[in-house]
């Protein structure tokens, strides 16, 4: 049975935290290094409710993609929710491990993993890591279809593939826009709006994009657009990193049992659609 720290080592090779973006915070919220590691469960958000599960399940490692604690803080004190989430953790021995842009720009990483889950193939990365010499690492992913479809098409194929959310899809551009080599992001991806125009794709999904950089992407070419739930997005990554601690249990014969929450995590809840939504009237 390994320890925490071994269990760390193998996530540290696989999302290496020097990796991560400067302003993020990855890496172990809490745990003992020295506790014995038999079950994990993989999250998007350190949220209560995966907190409870984790207690549930007997989990001994809970890791999520989302950090708990981005800034500094001076209190982990219960009556706020995320000490709660804290004190929730330690006291049945769960330690909390973050892997966020660092997995983002991972090979494979949280991209892959989402057109993994579209079934798109992938050809290589949207921004490249300059720091990679074989050029499979960076955020974001270009991906090619096998057949071209319409936006409307490929729409439906992201709201049948993606795990449901009250979101769903929404997409921007004419509904029979050919769509053939797209570049997705998991995430909030509308920083990525050059890239992905440089790229020449035909469509961008990603998640949480705002009304000027839209607007703008449309206004400057036909590029559809596609927006899910930011939580959808990332989802295909905690069964793609499971599978990835799998593969390393087994190797060294840890026997680690991993699951994976299903837990909808994304905030939004609801859904009201238009009774017909117009084109372009007010
Ligand atoms: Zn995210």
């Known amino acids: 049975m390994p320890?925490?720290?071994?269990v760390l080592a193998a996530l540290d090779a696989l999302w290496p935290p020097e990796r991560a973006e400067q302003w993020d915070a990855v890496?172990?919220?809490?745990?003992?290094?020295?506790?014995?590691?038999?079950?994990?469960?993989?999250?998007?958000?350190?949220?209560?409710?995966?907190?409870?599960?984790?207690?549930?399940l007997g989990a001994d490692l809970l890791i999520t993609h989302h950090p708990l604690y981005l800034r500094g803080t001076t209190t982990v004190a219960a009556s706020t929710f995320k000490g709660r989430v804290v004190h929730?953790?330690?006291?049945?021995?769960?330690?909390?491990?973050?892997?966020?842009?660092?997995?983002?720009?991972?090979?494979?990483?949280?991209?892959?993993?989402l057109a993994g889950a579209l079934d798109l193939r992938i050809v290589g990365p949207l921004v490249p890591d300059a720091t990679d010499p074989e050029g499979r690492r960076g955020l974001g992913r270009i991906c090619e279809l096998d057949h071209p479809e319409t936006l409307r098409?490929?729409?439906?194929?992201?709201a049948a593939r993606l795990p449901a959310t009250a979101q769903g899809i929404r997409?921007?551009?004419?509904?029979?826009?050919?769509?053939?080599?797209?570049?997705v992001s998991g995430g909030s991806g509308d920083s990525l709006f050059d890239a992905v125009r440089a790229a020449g794709v035909d469509a961008f999904l990603t998640a949480d994009l705002r009304h000027h950089p839209s607007s703008e992407a449309r206004e400057h070419s036909d590029l559809a657009l596609l927006d899910a739930a930011h939580w959808a997005t990332e989802w295909p990554w905690t069964e793609q990193a499971a599978a990835q601690l799998d593969a390393i249990s087994d190797r060294h014969g840890w026997g680690l049992r991993t699951h994976v929450s299903r837990i909808v995590t994304d905030p939004w809840t609801a859904h009201a659609a238009a009774p017909a939504a117009p084109r372009s009237t007010p």
Not at 89 to 109: E, F, Q, S
């Open 3 to 6: 320890a925490l720290n071994d």
């Open 27 to 56: 890496g172990t919220v809490c745990g003992d290094p020295d506790a014995e590691v038999t079950r994990v469960l993989f999250a998007v958000d350190p949220v209560q409710e995966v907190a409870d599960e984790a207690v549930g």
């Open 88 to 113: 929730t953790l330690i006291r049945r021995d769960i330690a909390l491990h973050v892997a966020h842009t660092n997995a983002d720009t991972a090979d494979p990483g949280v991209s892959d993993a």
């Open 153 to 158: 098409e490929f729409a439906e194929r992201a």
């Open 171 to 183: 997409a921007a551009g004419d509904p029979d826009h050919t769509v053939r080599r797209v570049a």
